[in-house]
Nanobody, 124 residues
Framework: QVQLVESGGGSVQAGGSLRLSCATS????????MGWFRQAPGKEREFVAA????????YYADSVKGRFTISRDNAKNMAYLQMNSLKPEDTAVYYC????WGGGTTPPHEYDYWGQGTQVTVSS
């Protein structure tokens, strides 16, 4: 049984930082590209960042480039999203997702597994 469990969300003031973690189990983690997506109330789920299965390539949405950093630890089956200089518009539920041998730029519907999400709230 595959499980993805996000943690690390919370409430912060603008300019603050959070580090999200995604713990995975039940899948050969090193074969999966990991992505982070977010969904704000009334909006569609949007891509935030992705890191390929070997960790050699990373991709970011323009809105988070330079502020967020995605990483992974294949030995621990974990993915991370370091979020700095947070803005109120970053407020959303953040999801991690896994795509087998993914290229890193695929849309949400092509990901194979999803976590339940963790809330991030940034106040001004």
């Amino acid at each position: 049984q595959v499980q993805l469990v996000e943690s690390g969300g919370g409430s912060v003031q603008a300019g603050g930082s959070l580090r999200l973690s995604c713990a995975t189990s039940g899948l050969p983690f090193s074969r999966y590209t990991m992505g982070w997506f977010r969904q704000a109330p009334g909006k569609e789920r949007e891509f935030v960042a992705a890191i390929t299965w070997g960790g050699s390539s990373t991709y970011y949405a323009d809105s988070v480039k330079g502020r967020f950093t995605i990483s992974r630890d294949n030995a621990k089956n974990m993915a991370y999203l370091q979020m700095n200089s947070l803005k109120p518009e970053d407020t959303a539920v953040y999801y991690c997702a896994a795509e087998r041998w993914g290229g890193g730029t695929t849309p949400p519907h092509e990901y194979d597994y999803w976590g339940q999400g963790t809330q991030v709230t940034v106040s001004s």
